[in-house]
């Protein structure tokens, strides 16, 4: 933008924040060791001198001022070097050390460039607040690049560069001034008291060893015998009961106060190794969330899922996180596990379930995809049962992980899915599930990021390829990385199974020993599909929609759909079930719209009921070959069959699909009704049908991709039915199965 003609640069803004880190030395031992450097330190090659601007001390001691100009050797290009006309970058550092209150505070900004950058950075070292015998010490810093002849992207990379350096190298710089103390026999300095004669810190070269009549005072020290023990013991805190209360402290963390800080240590035991640059997004990002969120604060744990999912770019990270706790809030997800009681069919045929844990400790989740009826889940229990069924597994993981952290010692904040395609076939392609696994997806992924640690893929048959092809474009690329994809038997050779999974508990049905108690699965009952508004009933709402609608069919009302087409090529695809009793299925085309929807009567039928959906649109006046014509051969569908085709539109207009009660045809062989006519009869004896329906237009380039290999596998889709045939025309093909 700009004002008066005057172009205003874009003014780039950084901070950084470290975690609290832990000296377990007393807070005088440690300003002792880290007086020693100055006035410069081999330990930092680019810190090249200091130089004592101003010093002063209070009339009792207790407080120290000292201001410090210092040299630094950046490490840049030689060539901004030259462009800047620096060698030595100086920086302004002011130390207040408050002997009474054993503080030391340290602010320093920088003197080269003040006008173009402004980098300014404050410390504090403190007394452990639950141990007086420790030190803690924090870091902030900020950087504003306002102009830098153009290179202020190198700029802030330098600077970045800097910062992880300091955060690295200032903990081992510290500690080798504390060895270096102890090698020289100083294992103690006392306490300032009101009544020393302490007008300054004593030289570092003049701190001797402990003078006898100081070894028996109560002032605490710590030997090093004692800080070997220490280090030696810090690793086996989670397993012992000794270290108890400690590691108790450090989950209070979790519980999420304004007050409460992150320590490196706990950081490196509950999350993992980290970069300075990543611990500080962490911390920000939880801060932020302490000071602004109201509710329930998430682990720290799940703040990080979220920023290792946006390579942690705090403001991505930030917006997902946030959209994910307003949707966790919204549908109490944090009850779920105490809340969700799965249903006898989930229990049945939902062929799923945790099975001990892989090489690396992670919880393992085996799913039998292939032995899995997806198509009779969906219509047993909706998209919404089975969508929170999903859920609560994934909750039980987050749990596990947290159970295996402590169990293991040491980070683990994902799981391992192994999924055995045995017996996948084009059923499981049925597009409504398919879509239904899409949505579920959905929600995972922005829900529940980086919790799949590595996805096993056995046993994949031919049609996998398809079923990837749809699915693979809602997964995260970094999610997609994690898979490993096995076919055959090709999962029990070298780099196979045993790689990722102990022989011991490789289930039976891949060929170990171990039994495994996942539910084999099998053909959900079509006694147990219930209609959409059965469904929409409950109280499980997750989602604001559904795939499926209904419709009442009565003798000579039908029901109708239109579906405008632009594309000539365009495909039509449905599925649908005859719910209650016959029907006749039939396509037709119109070059001009039909009159808005018309409800039928329902007195004309006996039915009152509001819920009745049924809809014509054919106008009486129209007149079938000339005001519309019929492009398909009608197809006759009994009760209880299931049906799924697809047309390919020769003409842009208006296509209608109707679903006609189907009359029987009379008897002219004999007077005597037949037994199928008779049962026919009794069952539609109200001249009433119902259909479960579900549509969708395709482009032909994505059908071709997916969908006329559905087409063209009847045997394929047979194999879970009881029975299959087909009504196959030149522009579309219609499956049924019963």
Known sequence: MTVVGVTVT?????????????????????????????????LIPMFVNSDVVNEETSEDGSTHRIERRCALDVDAPRLLKRIAGVDYVYFIQKNTLNRKERTLHIESHNETFSNRVVVHETCCYSVHPENEGWTC??????????????????????????????????????????RELENEGVTHVPRWTCSSICPALPAPNSLSATPPELQHTSTPAVSASQTADTKDGASQDAKQDSGAPQADSLLEILAGTPEDKLDADYIKRYLGDLTP????????????????????????EHILRFLRARDFNMDKAREILCQSLTWRKQHQVDYL????????????????????????????????????DTKGLVRALGE????????????????????????????????????????????????????????????????????????????????????????SPFIDENTRKKFLIYAGNDYQGPGGLVDYIDKEIIPDFLGGECMCEVPEGGLVPKSMYRTPEELENEDVRLWTETIYQSASI???????LVIEIIDAASVITWDFDVCKGDIVFNIYHSKRAPQ????????????????????????????????????????????????????????????????KFHNMPACSATNLPRVDDVLATLQVSSHKCKVMFYTEVLGSEDFRGSMTSLESSHSGFSQLSAATTSSNHSQSSSMISR
């Open 10 to 42: 874009p003014i780039m803004v950084q901070k950084y924040q470290s975690p609290v880190r832990v000296y377990k030395h007393p807070f005088e031992l440690v300003m002792a060791a880290y007086e020693r450097r100055f006035p410069t330190c081999h």
């Open 596 to 659: 808005p929807p018309r409800k039928d009567p329902l007195g004309t039928h006996g039915i009152t009921s509001p819920g009745v959906n049924n809809v014509q649109l054919i106008d009486k006046s129209w007149t079938l070959g000339q005001d519309y014509s019929m492009v398909e051969s009608p197809l006759t569908c009994k009760e209880g069959e299931s049906v799924q085709g697809s047309h390919i539109t020769r003409w842009p207009g208006f296509y209608i699909l109707q679903w």
């Open 277 to 300: 640059l990543q611990e500080s997004c962490l911390i920000r990002l939880r801060k932020w969330l302490q000071e602004t969120h109201k509710g329930k604060i998430p682990k720290d």
């Open 384 to 471: 919404e049962s089975l969508l929170r069924h999903v859920l609560s597994i994934n909750e039980e993981g987050l749990r596990r992980c947290e159970e295996n952290t402590k169990v293991f010692g040491r980070p683990i904040s994902c799981w391992t899915c192994l999924v055995d395609l045995e017996g996948l076939n084009m059923r499981h392609l049925w597009r409504p599930g398919v879509k239904a696994l899409l949505r579920i997806i959905e929600v995972v992924e922005a829900n529940y990021p980086e919790t799949l640690g590595r996805l096993l893929i056995l046993r994949a048959p031919r049609v996998f390829p398809v079923l990837w092809t749809l699915v």
């Open 554 to 560: 009565f003798k000579g009302a039908p029901h109708e």
């Open 137 to 178: 010490f924090e870091q902030t810093a900020s950087l504003d690049i306002k102009s830098f002849f153009g290179f202020e992207s190198t700029v802030e990379k330098i600077a970045m560069k800097q910062y992880a350096s300091s955060i690295n190298k200032g903990k081992e710089i510290i500690e080798f001034y504390l």
């Open 337 to 372: 596990l105490e809340t969700w009681n799965p249903p006898q069919v989930l229990q049945d045929y939902y062929t799923g379930g945790w099975h001990h844990h892989d090489r690396d400790g992670r919880p393992l989740y085996i799913l039998r995809l292939g032995h899995m």
